[in-house]
């Protein structure tokens, strides 16, 4: 097929497709938009009352990491919920221009319809991710239908289905309680931090609940399930670090590990006035951490004429802490 011919079919079909997407689409007036802007928090939601010629338009967040769907919980008025099926209410995509609370005229297709029904409450869901598994009941309805979120907000707007309904319904307020339905996970970011010898480019092996990271993936933020996790970092050339870490739902945990060289260290602490030896050459780092050769070291330490010599086998990755004490027993015979 010519190269022109192919061109040709490839415009008149997106040609097609956009005018399928204007002939779907429906343009409508508002009395009112409300605005929200939602935020990943499991404390959040925000309450907003509408009339059932209003709209509410839900921005969602630019980074969004734990957002799965959202939460409208309409609190009906005893008179509208008596008016059974006087009013419906739709989710749009592609909405037209972009909503302000000043905007009344819009343009978008239907996504979702639903009766509201003749009840003082009610739940609509309105997922975000494929394959979220939203809870459902006689109370909640869950369209099936994901948004495209065109523009980073979800649109919902009532409308009356029916003539001849009192001016006391047409006038009633439906009270929208809004929240983020978040999943039951925390990002983890894992920071670093090296001995001054270090260049910092070393390999590290890292592993949450003995399953492997990368370390790059571990530093910009992992997704994990809510509640402990064991975290080791393995080096050739550092010490093995273990930590413990709790992830909270939807909230961001930051870790930093220090990183320490695999050279074996000793700290040393004695009472007031002892003398310490260290291979035969007086040590006064008391109560620091020094860095000591592999193999065998011997520490001398006296407090007048007491004295008490012992040999340390030291070996690569270990802190050894060496303590003298001074102990004085009273014991009476019968």
């Not at 001016?167 to 996970?185: G, Q, W």
């Not at 860095?291 to 407090?303: A, F, R, S």
Request: hydrophobic letters at 40%; charged letters at 25%.
């Amino acid at each position: 097929m010519p190269a022109f011919n192919r061109k040709r079919i490839i415009l008149v079909a997106a040609l097609t497709a956009f005018a399928c997407g204007l002939l779907n689409a429906e343009t409508f007036r508002v009395a009112q938009c409300r605005k929200v802007e939602l935020i990943e928090d499991t404390s959040y939601s925000v309450t907003k009352k509408a009339g059932l010629n209003d709209a509410i338009a839900v921005f969602l967040p630019e980074d969004r990491i734990f957002l799965e769907g959202i939460e409208f919980k309409l609190e009906i008025p005893e008179e509208t919920a008596m008016w059974k099926d006087c009013c419906g209410v739709y989710i749009y995509d592609g909405i037209r221009p972009v909503p302000t609370e000043q905007q009344i005229d819009f343009s978008g297709s239907k996504l979702f319809f639903g009766v509201i029904p003749g009840k003082l409450s009610w739940v609509l869901q309105v997922p975000l991710t494929q394959g979220v598994q939203l809870k459902t009941n006689q109370y909640t309805k869950t369209i099936d239908k994901i948004p495209s979120a065109q523009g980073n907000f979800v649109f919902l707007r009532l409308q009356p289905l029916m003539k001849g309904v009192p001016d006391e319904v047409m006038n009633s307020k439906i009270t929208f309680t809004i929240r983020p339905i978040l999943s039951d996970k925390g990002l983890l970011k894992t920071a670093f931090t090296f001995p001054e010898e270090s260049t910092g480019s070393e390999n590290i092996s890292i592993f949450i609940d003995n399953t492997p990271y990368m370390r790059e993936d571990a530093q910009k933020g992992l997704l994990l399930e809510t509640g402990i996790h064991n975290i080791s970092v393995i080096s050739e050339n550092f010490r093995t670090e273990v930590r413990k870490v709790r992830i909270d739902q939807a909230k961001k945990t930051e870790l930093l590990i220090e990183l320490k060289s695999i050279e074996p260290t000793v700290i040393i602490t004695a009472p007031e006035g002892a003398v310490v030896f260290l291979d035969e050459e007086e040590f006064t780092e008391m109560g620091k951490e020094y860095v000591l050769t592999e193999g065998e070291h011997k520490i001398k330490c006296g407090i007048g004429d007491y004295e008490i010599v012992r040999t340390l086998s030291v070996t690569k990755g270990r802190t050894y802490k060496v303590n003298l004490t001074v102990d004085l027993q009273i014991q009476e015979d019968e």
